[in-house]
């Protein structure tokens, strides 16, 4: 069920199957039938670690979604709320509570906080009146979730909003624990390297952390060599552009939540034979995407233009072994073709799925308005015209296009410039403010704070400087054979991926001068192991990094680490774990400020 | 004769080198009970008071044990230590004379307890470390009562108990500096607990006490190093209700990460108070914002307008010149929207500026709607794209002609082709196509399914790429058109 987890150079599934050990576990303390009442946003990341038949197996009969009002109503012993640590839930939790009691008053209530209980929200139902109600208050400490094998996200969305907007480090201590959760199983990581103010601040927690537990050793043979922590805002560049993996794109188009993606049914209409398609399905398709699919795990990280090649090979493969059967003659090798079956159809049935998906990507990346919008994204990534207003741009505005993309390539353009020209910055706001409403101006201030826009200071663009000195943008990228990681973006090389490369090899001292350009200390602790858990490497055996992206990572990304993992000379690993699986809609979405309705 | 005691007999035998030695064991073992014998040896000594005694009985067990090839030495050992232990607990000093039954029977843990009980610290860190037990049941939980018990002493300054304690205590695993401390604040030494509380590494641990004994200042600062966020909370909610306002603001005002983390709080539960923030701080940016937001939950036009000129102040105190001008701009516009409003029910009252043009062209209300551009400075662009769109939608068509020559298009005129293609009106878009700059004219042409237009235009620009798009459009029944622009292509790459 989850066995992608474990073919990877780490074991994910340890971590999973500790977390599913600790859920059986508190379940079973609350003896009897059991209803669970969810904060809704758990259930996505939950599915990720057991499924219902789990929970049914520890007798929950029921599940509901928490809102106001009363409770519906469930025959049985125990309500369970499933909750994150926050005030407005707390408030439900109590009016669920009042409302019940007086109905019925043989129900015991219980809370496990996901992923840590807070004195806050307990003094907060104590004001209530209601903390007297509950049997069991319990935490379940679920930072890091594993997505696929070689990928953890906490699953954090406001993660960014709050280290860069509001100073609020909540996140990152719990970024902090959950390290320290993933060393207790893994082992002690005896190299952390960091870059941005966020990851200083996480590995001060960590080695404060380590101190509180001094006297315990860990005894476990360290898996990880080396931990590499990046601030998103280190590289705010890259989730801004448009991604053109597979995945990347799947993300960017339809949005992947919690491995799952919904699709336009259309495409999917099963087509019986003499059955004409009289009725189509209305309810979107709902696919899950990793890497226990082998086609998509060969395809996911391809640059799109790559996708249809490496389909129609694998149809050919297909039905080449569909074909078999004919050659078949002994029952012996009849058996054999049957007992293959099962596979090969899943496979057919798999390939379609995706050829679907790459049809309905064409039609988009096909588009004038995709190729307009990512000329001026690949110019922008140049540094072509990134100092006057841009044209299109402009009649994006004019056309009334989503605000979202319109964000997104002014913040682009101002990134890339390292500030705008007061003129040219005050000219986008103000067609923004006056196109998209007024209210935006409370967006655009947190843009500001954020850096993504902002207007040019006294200092020069280094832009140019960090493109060139990290070989942002590569001339001719490969997109069918790639040799370099630009081509997860036909051409720009993300910064942060570079900035992990180049750690690997030749190592961060020579780009100190960079390094400096970019906000936030760069620096290297490392962490003592017991004598006798030195690793002894095998020749040629690679070395595995941990990398976390402090405020989220897109799909882009990832795949340009994994193919740096795949280089034959590289020598190195790479797992990837983030507080968040970002694309540029989603992220600038995060950071976006929506008053309360307006009056009507 | 038992064996055992036949055993022992032949062990003294043997120490005297008399031959009876190997008599009596081969006597033992030819009734195989030698392994009986060694059993019962270790078992008496077990039971012996007199050291001596359990010597030579453990010597004969141990040289009957030569003779056995399968025998697990584990009771022999087992035994040897616990007489060890036995006997030092039987010392005249500690008066223990305990049976090695009623040892068993009570448990080594509570002859620990009773030693620790008796402060006996030193004799009872010396047989945990003998016995091996592990730190936490063992030295950890001896060291703790002797610390708890080390802060109780009244003659002893704070500076030297606490000394004591560290030196002693170090940094052990399993005993906790705050359960001292407690305890030393308990017995109401508070200056001494805080002393202690300073060796715990876990900043967690120290706030709850650093509060108790309200010490709350320092304890927000422990809070804000632990980096535990739920922790900071919990010390602010405290010191909220425990000081007044003007020391509590003061307070935060020197904690910057609990400050913020107070207005994350606020945010969410108390806006007032967040004003108030804002106000101590003279953090004019962000009392603008504020006042904004606010003026989104007024229902009243006037509150709102109200809320939006404080927040223009702001802006202005923030020298924040943009936000300023464009909040004015904001309150301009609600006056327009509710002026028309009255007058035309036109309903305009919350829609951005363009929106309200698009609306005001939309019901034919022109002038409205070139008072707002004028007014509000909108771009030429933008307000060509928004009339050249509204015309088309009302399908004006001449009123659009008439537009597209009131002066030079700033949006040029392949626009004008699109938005009437949009409108499927092919007959109105060709107007057009010929006032369309030389660069984009094959593209109005193409736009207007104008095959042979957009070939001329091509061909004349001897642009092979743009051939190549209208080859691209052309089918086969174009066979004529196809030869042409393949012929000019061909020319095209030779020069």
């Known amino acids: 069920m989850a066995a992608h987890l474990s073919y990877g150079r780490v074991n994910l599934n340890i971590l999973r199957e500790a977390a599913r050990k600790e859920l059986r576990e508190f379940l079973d303390k609350c003896a009897g039938s059991k209803a669970i009442v969810w904060d809704e946003y758990l259930t996505g990341p939950f599915g990720l670690i057991a499924q219902y038949s789990l929970l049914k197996e520890h007798e929950v009969e029921k599940m509901f979604t928490l809102k106001s009002g009363r409770l519906p109503p469930a025959d049985v012993k125990n309500i369970i709320f499933f909750v994150r640590p926050r005030l407005e839930l707390m408030d439900i939790i109590a009016e669920n509570v009042f409302s019940e009691d007086k109905i019925h008053s043989s129900r015991d209530f219980h809370i496990l906080f996901v992923p840590r209980r807070s004195m806050l929200c307990e003094q907060r139902l104590k004001e209530q009146g209601v903390l007297g109600s509950f049997i069991n208050i319990d935490e379940y400490i679920l930072d890091l979730i594993p997505y696929d094998g070689d990928l953890l996200s906490m699953e954090y969305e406001s993660a960014f909003r709050e280290c860069y907007l509001e100073n609020d480090q909540t996140s990152l201590y719990h970024t902090a624990k959950g390290l320290m959760t993933l060393q207790a199983l893994y082992g002690t990581i005896p190299q952390i390297y960091g870059k941005g103010e966020c990851a200083r601040h996480v590995a001060n927690m960590m080695l404060r952390m380590k101190r509180e537990f001094a006297?315990?050793?860990?005894?476990?043979?360290?898996?990880?060599?080396?931990?590499?922590?990046?601030?998103?805002?280190?590289?705010?560049?890259?989730?801004?552009?448009?991604?053109?993996?597979?995945?990347?794109?799947?993300?960017?188009?339809?949005?992947?939540?919690?491995?799952?993606?919904?699709?336009?049914?259309?495409?999917?209409?099963?087509?019986?034979q003499g059955e004409a398609s009289k009725d189509l399905p209305t309810e979107a398709k709902k696919l899950q995407l990793n890497s226990a699919e082998e086609l998509y795990a060969e395809i996911r990280d391809k640059n799109f233009n790559a996708v249809?090649?490496?389909?129609?090979?694998?149809?050919?493969?297909?039905?080449?072994?569909?074909?078999?059967?004919?050659?078949?003659?002994?029952?012996?090798?009849?058996?054999?073709?049957?007992?293959?079956?099962?596979?090969?159809?899943?496979?057919?049935?798999?390939?379609?799925?995706?050829?679907?998906?790459?049809?309905?990507?064409?039609?988009?990346?096909?588009?004038e308005a995709?190729?307009?919008?990512?000329?001026?994204?690949?110019?922008?990534?140049?540094?072509?015209?990134?100092?006057?207003?841009?044209?299109?741009?402009?009649?994006?505005?004019?056309?009334?296009?989503?605000?979202?993309?319109?964000?997104?390539?002014?913040?682009?353009?101002?990134?890339?410039?390292?500030?705008?020209?007061?003129?040219?910055?005050?000219?986008?706001?103000r067609e923004i403010l006056q196109t998209y409403g007024y209210e935006h101006i409370l967006t655009l201030s947190n843009l500001e704070k954020a850096g993504l826009l902002k207007p040019q200071t006294g200092s020069r663009n280094n832009y140019p400087t960090i493109r060139k000195t990290l070989k942002l943008w590569m001339e001719d990228a490969n997109e069918q054979n790639p040799n370099d990681i630009s081509y997860v973006y036909s051409g720009y090389a993300p910064l942060s991926i570079r900035l992990t490369q180049v750690l690997a090899r030749p190592g961060w001292r020579s780009i100190e001068e960079v390094l400096k350009m970019l906000p936030g200390p760069h620096f290297e602790e490392r962490q003592q192991l017991p004598a006798g858990l030195h690793k002894k490497r095998q020749q040629g055996e690679n070395r595995t990094t941990l990398v976390f992206f402090l405020g989220g990572v897109t799909y882009a990304e990832i795949a340009a680490l994994r193919f740096l993992s795949q280089m034959e000379?590289?020598?190195?690993?790479?797992?990837?774990?983030?507080?968040?699986?970002?694309?540029?809609?989603?992220?600038?979405?995060?950071?976006?400020?929506?008053?309360?309705?307006?009056?009507? | 004769m038992a064996p055992g005691a036949l055993l022992l007999e032949a062990h003294r035998e043997y120490e005297k080198c008399s031959q009876k030695a190997d008599e009596y064991l081969r006597e033992?073992?030819?009734?195989?009970?030698?392994?009986?014998?060694?059993?019962?040896?270790?078992?008496?000594?077990?039971?012996?008071?007199?050291?001596?005694?359990?010597?030579?009985?453990l010597r004969a067990a141990s040289f009957g044990k030569c003779f056995l090839t399968d025998f697990s030495a584990e009771s022999f050992v087992s035994t040897c230590r616990e007489l060890r232990v036995l006997n030092a607990v039987r010392d005249a000093a500690v008066a223990l004379p305990l049976t090695h039954t009623q040892f068993k029977q009570m448990t080594l843990q509570v002859l620990i307890d009773r030693l620790v009980y008796r402060q006996f610290y030193p004799l009872a860190i010396e047989i945990c470390r003998y016995l091996k037990i592990p730190d936490y049941q063992g030295v950890s939980r001896v060291l703790k009562h002797w610390a708890s018990c080390k802060v109780q002493q009244k003659d002893l300054s704070d500076e030297s108990i606490s000394r004591a304690v560290c030196m002693k205590v170090g940094d052990s695993a399993g005993v906790s500096y705050s359960d001292i401390a407690a305890k030393a604040f308990e017995c109401g030494r508070?200056?001494?607990?805080?002393?202690?509380?300073?060796?715990?590494?876990?900043?967690?641990?120290?706030?709850?006490?650093?509060?108790?004994?309200k010490r709350s200042q320092l304890a927000l600062s422990k809070a804000v190093e632990s980096g535990d966020t739920d922790l900071v909370y919990t010390v602010v909610s405290y010191l909220k209700n425990e000081m007044n306002r003007g020391d509590f603001f003061m307070t935060l005002r020197n904690q910057p990460v609990a400050l913020s983390l107070y207005r994350q709080f606020c945010k969410l539960q108390e806006q007032e108070t967040l004003k108030d923030l804002y106000n101590q701080d003279d953090d004019h940016q962000e009392l603008a914002n504020y006042?904004?937001?606010a003026s989104y939950r007024e229902k009243r036009l006037e509150s709102r307008l109200s809320l939006l000129q404080t927040a223009v102040d702001e802006f202005n105190k923030a020298k924040n010149e943009f936000a300023a001008k464009a909040t004015e701009e904001e309150m301009k516009l609600l006056r327009f929207q509710r002026k028309l409003d009255d007058e035309k029910g036109a309903g305009l009252l919350g829609l951005s500026l363009q929106a309200t043009m698009e609306a005001l062209l939309a019901l034919g209300l022109q002038k409205q709607a070139e008072q707002l551009y004028r007014d509000f400075r909108v771009p030429d662009k933008r307000y060509w794209w928004l009339k050249l769109k509204s015309l088309a939608e009302k399908e004006e068509w001449e009123e659009l002609e008439k537009f597209s020559k009131s002066k030079k298009s700033p949006i040029g005129y392949l626009a004008f082709v699109e938005v009437c293609m949009k409108s499927n009106n092919k007959y109105e878009a060709k107007k057009y196509v010929t006032k369309v700059t030389p660069e984009q004219r094959v593209k109005a042409h193409l736009a207007v399914s104008d095959l042979e237009g957009a070939a001329d235009a091509a061909i004349e620009r001897r642009s092979e790429s743009e051939m190549g798009a209208v080859l691209s459009r052309c089918s086969d029944s174009d066979r004529l058109l196809i030869d042409r622009l393949n012929r000019a292509k061909a020319s095209a790459a030779k020069k």
């Not at chain 1, 006297?215 to 590289?235: A, C, E, K, M, Y």
């Not at chain 1, 699709?263 to 209409?269: D, G, I, N, S, V």
């Not at chain 1, 694998?314 to 012996?332: D, L, Q, W």
């Not at chain 1, 390939?351 to 588009?367: G, P, R, V």
């Open chain 1, 569 to 600: 000379d590289s020598g190195m690993e790479y797992i990837i774990a983030t507080t968040k699986l970002v694309n540029g809609t989603t992220w600038i979405k995060s950071i976006m400020d929506r008053p309360e309705a307006q009056a009507p």
């Open chain 2, 28 to 57: 033992i073992k030819e009734q195989s009970m030698l392994g009986e014998a060694v059993r019962q040896c270790v078992e008496a000594a077990g039971h012996e008071y007199d050291s001596n005694t359990q010597k030579s009985l």
């Open chain 1, 215 to 272: 006297g315990s050793q860990n005894q476990i043979l360290p898996v990880f060599d080396t931990l590499l922590l990046l601030d998103r805002n280190v590289d705010l560049l890259t989730p801004l552009a448009t991604q053109l993996t597979y995945e990347g794109l799947i993300d960017e188009i339809y949005g992947i939540n919690n491995g799952y993606v919904k699709l336009p049914p259309e495409k999917f209409a099963q087509k019986k």
């Open chain 1, 308 to 367: 249809g090649a490496a389909l129609s090979k694998k149809a050919k493969i297909i039905s080449a072994a569909f074909e078999e059967r004919h050659n078949a003659k002994t029952v012996g090798e009849i058996k054999q073709f049957v007992s293959q079956l099962p596979h090969m159809q899943a496979a057919r049935s798999s390939l379609a799925n995706h050829t679907s998906i790459a049809e309905l990507i064409k039609d988009i990346t096909t588009s």
């Open chain 1, 370 to 429: 995709f190729f307009d919008n990512l000329t001026v994204e690949q110019e922008f990534m140049t540094g072509v015209d990134t100092d006057k207003v841009n044209t299109y741009i402009e009649d994006c505005i004019a056309q009334k296009d989503p605000l979202i993309k319109i964000l997104r390539l002014v913040c682009m353009q101002s990134v890339c410039n390292n500030g705008l020209k007061q003129k040219v910055f005050d000219y986008y706001k």
């Open chain 2, 190 to 213: 508070t200056e001494l607990a805080i002393k202690l509380l300073d060796y715990e590494a876990r900043s967690g641990e120290q706030v709850p006490l650093l509060l108790k004994m």
């Open chain 2, 291 to 293: 006042y904004v937001t």
